[in-house]
T-cell receptor
Framework: GENVEQHPSTLSVQEGDSAVIKCTYS??????FPWYKQELGKGPQLIID?????GEKKDQRIAVTLNKTAKHFSLHITETQPEDSAVYFC??????????FGKGTMLLVSP | DVKVTQSSRYLVKRTGEKVFLECVQD?????MFWYRQDPGLGLRLIYF???????EKGDIPEGYSVSREKKERFSLILESASTNQTSMYLC???????????????FGPGTRLTVL
């Protein structure tokens, strides 16, 4: 099955800095890579995803890049704000409609 | 607005009790999932269902069972709760991909279960 590794497990940045979270996956056939954000007391929510036919996707301050050759993908957050503080999960498909999630990254943005 | 609801936010049970966790979605989704979330371990899939009365084991099904009698409702059952089942339980739903791609999963707020 799919194996997803996520780094770092915790990340502290100053407001306005950029943050990068990286994930690797094992199944070269994987074709969909979502990122979820979990705020305190809530369930995870999809913030951005990328499919294997593109190398980069942007949505305002967040972007995801995909390197299929190296089997890794990254989440980039620019101009971080305190409300970006949360746990972020990457994922990759692991079967029919199922996802394997990384272990999560706790991002703390200090004012 | 899409919604996945879970019956309880917090639950405290005794060892050996039978525990039911309920999940309801209002999006007419075919797929429903149960995960447990533990610090340092991320989200681990317990069971999922892609249709009414259908169920498939996930990565950690031991000690759990599920029931899906109606499309909108997916129940997680702990037949005899144990202390190592103390965790956050998250329910999610998604539509069938149709095109071979996975689709967005919508999560409920979670149930924090403590087994004493």
């Amino acid at each position: 099955g799919e194996n997803v590794e996520q780094h770092p497990s915790t990340l502290s940045v100053q407001e306005g800095d950029s943050a990068v979270i990286k994930c690797t996956y094992s199944d070269s056939a994987s074709n969909y890579f979502p990122w979820y954000k979990q705020e305190l007391g809530k369930g995870p929510q999809l913030i951005i995803d990328i499919r294997s036919n593109v190398g980069e996707k942007k949505d305002q301050r967040i972007a995801v890049t995909l390197n299929k050759t190296a089997k890794h993908f990254s989440l980039h957050i620019t101009e971080t704000q305190p409300e970006d503080s949360a746990v972020y999960f990457c994922a990759a498909p692991s079967g029919y409609s199922t996802l394997t999630f990384g272990k999560g990254t706790m991002l703390l943005v200090s004012p | 607005d899409v919604k996945v609801t879970q019956s309880s936010r917090y639950l405290v049970k005794r060892t050996g009790e039978k525990v039911f966790l309920e999940c309801v979605q209002d999006m007419d989704h075919e797929n429903m999932f149960w995960y447990r979330q533990d610090p340092g371990l991320g989200l681990r899939l317990i069971y999922f269902s892609y249709d009414v009365k259908m169920k498939e084991k996930g990565d950690i099904p031991e000690g759990y069972s599920v029931s899906r009698e109606k499309k909108e409702r997916f129940s997680l059952i702990l037949e005899s709760a144990s202390t190592n089942q103390t965790s956050m339980y998250l329910c999610a739903s998604s539509s069938s991909p149709g095109t071979g791609y996975s689709d967005e999963q919508f999560f409920g707020p979670g149930t924090r279960l403590t087994v004493l």
